[in-house]
């Protein structure tokens, strides 16, 4: 059963609403988690919470004050709503008060979280690749903040979506910085590189996974971007995210990527990929 938390009150999701003076409403002023459940148990809760007080930390937002810690209530919650596979979606904003830019003192942030039965995306598309365009990025300079301020990322993937596209490519200045849900992957003349963590991306947990796993598989990789000519040429490209997981790329703005089925390394670090998860709840 979907389930929202809103300030301590549990309710059904249709039932829950926040202030319209919620800064989050009127600035985005805040940040958020999507962490995905299997088997009835959250993965990888811990590192999301890391990027979640990090991203809080330099915005100046107070964590939430929640009796047992952040991590008990979360891993409750969702051992209440009673799914196996879903979304846990957590948002902290900077709090309720009279419109000002400059926000008043004495707030308490509002702490919103969902929880919602996701199935994975359907394995076919694992199988056979997917499609991706490409964009400038013209999101700003703080992409490493998790915030809810996504219109450009919203824009971009409609329009990938509209072009029969699961996503969108961004570049700055030539080089692809990530994708608007998805850090981006490609594997240039044997390896596999993405972009270093920095302003212009978002640390993904699942680019971490990726990185840890291409260690272990002593896979040659890079923390080094390619650029939009490397990516058009590149032998495989694959995105990843918490739902998207490692999607692969087999169409680029209407070119075909390699041979136009998933590669051997994207094939390979997804397969471990699905090991680590199994391990790690104990099964998918
Ligand atoms: C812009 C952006 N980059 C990367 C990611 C992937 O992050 P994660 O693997 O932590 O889900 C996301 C996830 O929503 C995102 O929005």
Not at 218 to 246: D, K, M, W, Y
Request: glycine share 10%; charged share 25%.
């Amino acid at each position: 059963m979907s389930l929202a938390y809103v300030d301590g009150r549990i309710v059904p999701i249709e039932q829950a609403s926040v202030s319209i003076e919620d800064r989050g409403m009127q600035f985005a002023d805040g940040v958020y988690e999507v962490v995905r459940a299997y088997r009835g148990r959250l993965f990888r809760l811990e590192p999301h919470l890391v990027r979640m007080r990090q991203g809080l930390g330099e915005l100046e937002i107070p964590e939430p004050e929640v009796a047992g810690g952040l991590s008990a209530l979360l891993e409750g919650l969702w051992a209440r709503s009673g799914e196996e596979q879903g979304l846990l979606y957590v948002q902290v904003t900077r709090g309720q008060g009279a419109r000002a830019h400059v926000p008043p003192a004495g707030l308490r942030p509002t702490l919103i979280v969902t929880c919602r039965a996701v199935g994975p995306h359907p394995e076919q598309r694992y199988r056979e690749g997917v499609k991706a365009i490409t964009h400038g990025d013209v999101r700003w300079e703080w992409c490493h903040l998790k915030t809810t301020a996504l219109v450009a990322n919203v824009m971009l993937r409609t329009r990938a979506q509209r072009a029969g596209a699961y996503e969108c490519l961004l570049h700055r200045e030539g080089m692809v910085t990530e994708a608007t849900a998805a850090n981006a992957f490609a594997v240039v003349d044997g390896v596999l590189r993405t972009a270093p963590c920095s302003n212009q991306i978002l640390a993904g947990v699942t680019r971490a996974a990726v990185l840890e796993l291409a260690q272990e598989l002593n896979l040659p990789h890079a923390e080094r971007s390619f650029s939009q000519v490397e990516a058009a040429r590149a032998e495989e490209l694959f995105v990843t995210g918490t739902h998207t997981e490692i999607m692969p790329v087999v169409d680029l703005d209407g070119r075909v990527v390699g041979d136009g089925r998933p590669g051997p390394v994207t094939v390979r670090l997804l397969e471990a990929y699905r090991g680590l998860v199994q391990a790690e709840v104990g099964g998918i």
